[in-house]
């Protein structure tokens, strides 16, 4: 059974921060894009 957890605004506000920044690690993009991917999309419909 899937969990339905949900990452923050602020928590994939701060890991699109360390996508977007050169200097951050492999891991810490790693775990960056791991916490965007449980972001809902944000679409935004006309």
């Known amino acids: 059974m899937a969990t339905s957890k949900v990452?923050?605004?602020?928590a994939a506000t701060a890991a699109s921060k360390v996508l977007r920044d050169g200097r951050t690690g492999a891991a810490s993009k790693t775990a960056a894009g791991s916490a965007l991917s449980q972001r809902p999309s944000?679409?935004?419909?006309k």
């Not at 990452?7 to 602020?10: G, I």
């Not at 944000?42 to 419909?45: D, E, R, T």
Request: aromatic share 0%.
């Open 7 to 10: 990452t923050s605004k602020s």
């Open 42 to 45: 944000s679409s935004k419909k």
